[in-house]
């Protein structure tokens, strides 16, 4: 079980405080939210109409098979904080047929909670903990007209207020970002982002689209050859199954399947080093990773950069 890191941007030795979070290790929480993933919830509008029909006709067997395979987390956002999360993964839609504005997390069914009353968990944690900063990743965005788009925007702007970081912002170190007050940066994936300067645009997210950890790595590191982008990007770490292999391993889960194969990711990530490099990381995102110890490993990566500004600093004289 991963341990409380709730504090550990501000715990950071002070040297790092300087260091764009571009240049840091974070560890971020794919898919964050399918840990209240509601079962009986309609499919989202982009699941093909093959298995739309099929989840008609079976309902019963597709259901648990959904379930089990869609739902990445089991820690709620406000436990994913206190363990040192900080990057998240919130593919927002909504429902058909609603006839209400609540829009909800998804990720191929619904969830239970909608989404402004969990973001008022996430603004109510960050008032306890003044010194750490939060990316919430916005995508998806499925069934939203611009009505839409514009309302969640202007509830969005309400709830975070002063605490959201403008994307013009170009210093973007924590001691810069405690000294303005900015605790959230809050990224849209969607063109109406450009028409709003508290929102940046999308994060670059690499994944794999494998389901053995060797395909993801490989995945990684080709990308890493191919040089890091510039500004925020997020390495998935998240294992992909097909619906062949789900139906061949009935017994299996995304649960089983990450388990099992967390030991190569784990040790990958050990070897991985933050910082402006073109082959340096910055956000390293994975599922279940309040079992699983992703947070304590990808914090301590930050230490590597302690250990190189010292290293310069000695070349120096």
């Known amino acids: 079980m991963e341990r409380s890191s709730q504090d550990w941007m501000s715990a950071l030795p ?4 300087d260091v764009p979070l571009t240049d840091l290790a974070i560890p ?3 898919d964050a939210m399918s840990y209240c993933l509601d079962i009986n919830s309609p499919l989202l509008r982009s699941e093909s109409d093959f298995f739309r029909v099929l989840d008609g006709l079976f309902y019963c067997f597709t259901r648990p098979i959904i379930f089990k395979w869609a739902t990445t987390q089991d820690k709620s956002i406000e436990e994913q904080l206190s363990m040192g999360i900080r990057y998240f993964d919130l593919r927002v839609a909504h429902k058909p047929s609603d006839s209400s504005s609540d829009l909800y997390f998804t990720h191929v069914i619904y969830t239970h909670l909608t989404v402004m009353e969990t973001l008022v968990s996430v603004a109510s944690w960050l008032k306890s903990h003044p010194k750490e900063v ?23 702007k309400n709830l975070f207020g002063s605490k959201l970081c403008p994307r013009k912002e170009s210093v973007l170190t924590l001691r810069s970002l405690w000294a303005s007050g900015y605790q959230v940066i809050l990224s849209y994936d969607s063109q109406v982002a450009a028409r709003h ?35 925020f990007f997020v390495s998935g770490l998240n294992l992909t199954a097909d619906r062949g292999y789900i139906a061949k391993n009935r017994k299996e889960s995304l649960r089983t399947l990450t388990y099992s194969n967390w030991d190569s990711l ?33 914090i301590a990566l930050n230490h590597k950069l302690r250990r190189k500004n010292s290293s310069q600093i000695k070349k120096q004289y």
Not at 14 to 17: G, I, T
Not at 134 to 150: F, K, N, P, Q, W
Not at 266 to 271: F, G, I, L, N, P
């Open 134 to 156: 939060v990316i919430l990743a916005c995508s998806h965005l499925e069934g939203m007209d611009d009505a839409r788009h514009e309302s969640f925007i202007y509830s969005l």
């Open 28 to 30: 971020g929480s794919h």
């Open 197 to 231: 300067e508290e929102l940046w645009l999308a994060i670059p997210y690499w994944w794999a689209n494998q389901q053995t950890a060797q395909g993801v790595i490989s995945y990684l590191d080709w990308n890493k050859e191919l040089g890091r982008p510039e500004g």
């Open 14 to 17: 002070e040297e790092l405080w």
């Open 266 to 298: 784990s040790k990958w990530v050990e070897e991985q080093i933050p910082g402006s490099d073109p082959k340096s990381l910055n956000i390293i995102a994975g599922d279940f990773v309040g079992p699983l110890p992703l947070c304590s490993q990808v």
